[in-house]
């Protein structure tokens, strides 16, 4: 039986398996690439690998391209190779999750930052803006343009500001 694992992350993976009846094995997955795993394998042998990684997100590639809103770093498939359509798919899953999650954890901080120096006794504090700006090496347009306002005033009206108007706001100072 044959099993190919994918990586649908940026990083390269060495990717350790136990087969039953085996020792440890590694075998290093580059960046949007797949391997087969080496040697003939049973159906328990396959059975135990997906069991070691499912607990760390592996699903089968058929899953990996119907979830939402979840990271899948690695999908494999049994028989056959994981198509270059599902990895391109789940590596687009797989960004726009990381561009949310961050985008959530700079607005998180920017709340906590702001109420941090509003308890300190910082009264003359109204509201509070952070920005992110990546800045690439080339000089090209940055991927990330992104920035925080937290009113005290009214701080259900913390409001993330993207994109132009972040670049406008970042201008002027």
Request: glycine residues 8%; contains cysteine; aromatic residues 4%.
């Amino acid at each position: 039986m044959r099993m190919y694992v994918a990586n649908c992350t940026k990083q390269v993976r060495d990717f350790h398996y136990r087969v039953p009846e085996s020792g440890v094995r590694m075998q290093k997955i580059e960046i949007g690439r797949q391997i087969e795993i080496a040697g003939d394998l049973s159906q328990p042998d396959v059975d135990a690998i997906i069991a070691q990684h499912a607990v760390y997100g592996m699903k089968s590639v058929e899953d990996a391209r119907k979830v939402r809103g979840k990271f899948t770093g690695l999908c494999y498939s049994i028989g056959k190779p994981v198509s270059i359509e599902s990895m391109q798919i789940v590596l687009t899953k797989n960004d726009d999750v990381l561009t949310e999650r961050g985008q959530q954890l700079r607005t998180e901080a920017a709340v906590a930052t702001s109420a941090a120096i509003t308890q300190g006794g910082q009264q003359g504090l109204k509201s509070l803006e952070t920005s992110i700006v990546e800045v690439k090496k080339d000089g090209g347009e940055p991927d990330v343009t992104e920035g925080v306002r937290v009113d005290s005033a009214a701080p259900e009206k913390t409001q993330v500001v993207k994109g132009a108007e972040a670049k406008a706001k970042l201008k002027t100072r």
